[in-house]
């Protein structure tokens, strides 16, 4: 098997510990990797070439497929549409445009969730600072703040009180030059939440992430720890849904256990594998290499069957 990665980073040194792990077990199987750098990735239009790479035209048929590790969080819009010109090429993509262009967007992530039925935490967007007042009116304090574009929790922020509310709110909309969300805290996880890494219908590990003391953010980049937790049926239900909602074939779902039952916070369309290996024990890299296999035998450049209508959608 012929896999190229498309990674949103200038080079092999940039690359993510999750990417090169990845990497490293699809050669180990024998498969041949090629790693495709966004920066050096060109869009052709009206003289018969769809994509290029260092301004060689890149041809659909040596690779069975492109897995995209979009780290990205600057110009989704314009990042998003080379993932989309490898699918108009030809190419069969893990993720697709519509899924990383979706869970990119916190707002747009919430309102597909929701729609769908799947349980998410009050969340208010606030485009306006005039408009606070009112806003913060709806909820108990503290409360969440969040932009629309970020990971690792970067850009997550927590307001203790309408004091503190207004002035984190108007610089981020000045800086951001966008709306931001206000979102319920939910006490009773104490900084824990969960996140469960999912590959088509099954989830594959899960880990409880904790916050570090004095942090409410419990992400594994922002120092929080990270150890083994055991999932509930109705948890694991929700977390395919979830992905499958968003249109997502890899993702890592974040859950938060409240007294209303579990609740998702955001859907990954990157996520990390560093560390959910460490906290689950499970070998994510192989279960991706492994689950990049069967979708390439079912629908890859020799697929036996088309691809599913969702796949080809915008």
Do not use: W
């Amino acid at each position: 098997m012929r896999i190229g990665i498309l990674s949103f980073v200038a080079g092999p040194k940039k690359l993510a510990i999750g990417t090169k792990r990845i990497i490293r077990e699809a050669k180990s199987r024998g498969h041949k990797v090629k790693v495709f750098y966004s920066p050096y990735v060109g869009l052709e239009f009206g003289n018969g070439k769809k994509i290029t790479y260092q301004g060689i035209a890149i041809d659909p048929k040596k690779y069975d497929v492109i897995v995209v590790r979009p780290g990205f969080t600057q110009d989704p819009s314009i990042n998003a549409s080379i993932i989309k010109q490898f699918q108009l090429a030809g190419f069969y993509v893990l993720n697709g445009y519509i899924g990383v262009f979706r869970a990119k967007n916190k707002i747009r992530t919430l309102q597909m969730l929701d729609h769908f039925g799947v349980p998410v935490p009050k969340t208010l967007v606030v485009r306006d600072p005039q408009l606070l007042a009112q806003a913060s009116e709806e909820f108990l304090f503290p409360v969440i703040i969040k932009v629309i574009f970020g990971t690792h929790g970067k850009g997550v922020f927590i307001a203790e009180s309408k004091r503190s509310l207004k002035p984190i709110v108007e610089y981020l909309i000045a800086k951001e030059k966008g709306p931001v969300s206000l979102q319920e805290y939910i006490q009773e996880a104490k900084g824990c939440d969960l996140r469960v890494f999912v590959l088509g219908k099954k989830v594959v590990a899960t880990m409880m992430r904790v916050a570090k003391s004095g942090e409410f953010r419990a992400n594994f980049h922002q120092g929080g720890s990270v150890q083994v937790a055991d999932l509930s049926d109705e948890e694991k239900r929700i977390a395919i849904k979830a992905s499958q909602v968003m249109g997502l074939d890899i993702s890592g779902v974040d859950i938060l256990r409240t007294h209303k039952g579990p609740k998702v916070i955001e859907v990954n369309s990157n996520p990390g594998i560093e560390g959910i290996s460490k906290g689950s024990g499970v070998d994510v890299a192989a279960k991706i290499v492994t689950f990049i296999e069967h979708r390439v035998e079912k629908y890859g450049v020799r697929r036996k069957r088309p691809l599913p209508k969702r796949l080809m959608k915008e």
